[in-house]
């Protein structure tokens, strides 16, 4: 049964391409698993430290709770944003453990908690000369929610990094404003988190791509779905804030995408590379103020990283992923889409206040343009 809490993208009939899986999320990739703590205190005028409070952290757990590192690629369409650890991702060609996303001053608390929570959970590998040592380069991501949240009141603690580890899951995956997505604006409207996946045929290899975005970008006039110009229909529901800066394509996002195709490092920068080409679609465009950063791994090769003994791994030819790319694009489109239908309407601090994408208005619109599936 579909409630106002869990209504995506297909149940509006908004027309959208690919196979998704069975969560269409990017916990469709076997042994994936996401987590969220979110956090909301407060209302009124702005008193840094106590609130209002719009904000939280999702993780990200390639193989669950095991320490088996994952080859992973990353790229930035636009570097005003932060991803932690990538420069080690780039030199080794591995994801070693969970990831993050969070506001964009909360990158260093979570960032040191997901080490401890590693330490705690032994949920590392020792160096071979070094028994009982490790060290931890974590890969920590932001977008910026200062327009709703007290953001310089550091409300994210390392317990509510914990909670998100320790409560990351398989299945369906909750949306829009939960975890570090709470306090987030997509193209004007309330963005957040949102997920989605496909499956390419079994001709063409039958691997799943699950992604996962933190949507807090876009401008209002630029916002296109399924190829209809909603922003330019819906010129009302702008937000109500005591700033409002000129519309631009501007405030960041962060996808994370997810395969269980057996590709190298370099292979998986390539799906990064696609991320934009799903952004585009919805009218993103990599303004100067957004950061968009991407980081794409494969839970194919386990064992990959073991430092002991030389290893043998197995990839796809280059010339057998041009539908991988696709579903990138699909599922990023997809994805996007669906933490803006998710989310709901949310006042933050001084009173501001950003409206939900609405539905019925967005099915209006699509069939006016003959662009709306019948459900």
Known sequence: MTTAQNIRARDLGIPLEGN??????????????????????????????????RTGVTAILPKGKVY??????????????????????????FLEGPLAITNTHSVGVVRDAIIEWEYKNEIFQSLPDAPG???????????????LNDINGFHVKKEHVFTA??????????????GGGTGMICHRFKGGIGTASRILDEEKGGHAIGVLVQ????????????G???????????????????????GSIIVVVATDAPLLPHQLKRLARRVPIGLSRLGGYG???SGDIFIAFSTANPDAANREVPQSVTFIPND?????FLAVAQATEEAIINAMIAAETMTGINGNKVYRLPHDRLKEILKKYNRLEDK
């Open 20 to 53: 998704p899986g069975t969560y269409n999320a990017i916990t469709d990739v076997e042994g994936v698993k996401v987590g969220h703590t979110t956090i909301i205190s407060g209302e009124g005028k702005l008193v840094v430290g106590e609130g209002p409070v």
């Open 68 to 93: 088996d590192p994952v080859f992973a690629g990353w790229y930035s369409l636009n570097g005003n944003g932060e991803m932690t650890g990538t420069t080690w991702v780039e030199e080794s060609g």
């Open 133 to 147: 040592l490790f060290w931890a380069l974590p890969v920590v991501a932001e977008t910026y929610d200062g327009g």
């Open 165 to 178: 580890l320790n409560g990351a899951k398989g299945g369906m995956v909750p949306e829009g404003n939960v």
């Open 215 to 226: 949507a807090n970008y876009g401008s209002r006039s630029s916002l296109t779905i399924a």
């Open 228 to 250: 209809v110009p909603v922003g330019k229909e819906i010129v009302n529901l702008l937000p109500t804030m005591d700033f409002l800066p000129a519309d631009r394509d501007q």
């Open 287 to 289: 303004g100067n103020g």
């Open 320 to 324: 057998q992923m041009s539908d991988l």
